[in-house]
């Protein structure tokens, strides 16, 4: 089965500053998809960004963007200019497409953002 | 070592029934998460559960009904099912409440005909 690790339960981030979030996953599988939520203390989870496996540009929304490797088997969240309302849980998930778009999740990090 | 088990893996029900999920946490773990997620949608929050005590409330219906055991297992009961009830319902575990990691089962796949 596949498998997502986040190697990082917990990240701190200067206001204004850039952190990077890892994410590293395990898969035989050549197509799939990997995301990036956002959880606030509200629980739901907010999709940050997506990346298609066979597409090689990197995605890119606003000030997030990930450093996709995949011969690596690496999914990296970049945030840019880092606001208070950045703070929250963030999870890394593994989309497959061959059995049955069966979804895989990390176990988060907690991201804080100081003023 | 354990993880968040989830049963069952699959299930096939007809509109109008009732289903029952259930999920064993971690040994250890006090928090209990539900998400449902839908086909082609983003995870949805649902409930979640904090030493026996509902914790927190997300968007579970009022047709749904869940609660977290003594020995911390948890079970989502399902009533009235409808068709956009169909989707993977995913349960997660902690240790603790708050920004704590979230150890996410392999989901129970429910299907409405």
């Known amino acids: 089965a596949q498998t997502v690790t986040q190697s990082q339960p917990e990240m701190s981030v200067q206001e204004a500053e850039t952190v990077t979030l890892s994410c590293t996953y395990d898969?035989?599988?050549?197509?799939?998809?990997l995301f990036w939520y956002k959880q606030p203390p509200s629980r739901q989870m907010i999709l940050v960004i997506r990346?298609?496996?066979?597409?090689?540009q990197n995605a890119t929304e606003n000030r997030f963007s990930v450093n996709f490797q995949k011969a690596a088997k690496s999914f990296s969240l970049k945030i840019s200019d880092s606001q208070l309302g950045d703070a929250a849980m963030y999870f890394c998930?593994?989309?497959?497409?061959?059995?049955?778009?069966?979804?895989?999740f990390g176990t988060g990090t907690s991201l804080t953002v100081i003023p | 070592a354990a993880g968040v088990i989830q049963s069952p893996r699959h299930l096939i029900k007809e509109k109008r029934e009732t289903a029952t999920l259930k999920c064993y946490p971690i040994?250890?773990?006090?928090?209990v998460y539900w998400y449902q997620q839908g086909p082609g949608q983003d995870p949805q929050f649902l409930i979640s559960?904090?030493?026996?005590?509902?914790?927190d409330k997300g968007s579970i219906p009022d047709r749904f009904s869940a609660q977290q055991f003594s020995d911390y297992h948890s079970e989502l009961n399902m009533s009235s099912l409808e068709l956009g009830d169909s989707a993977l319902y995913f349960c997660?575990?902690?240790?603790?409440?708050?920004?704590?990691?979230?150890?996410f089962g392999d989901g129970t796949r429910l299907s409405i005909l």
């Open positions: 997660a575990s902690s240790l603790g409440r708050g920004r704590q990691p979230q150890h």
């Open positions: 898969t035989s599988e050549s197509d799939y998809y």
């Open positions: 990346q298609e496996a066979y597409k090689q």
């Open positions: 998930a593994y989309r497959s497409l061959n059995t049955g778009n069966q979804f895989y």
């Open positions: 040994p250890r773990h006090d928090t």
């Open positions: 559960f904090y030493e026996k005590m509902q914790s």
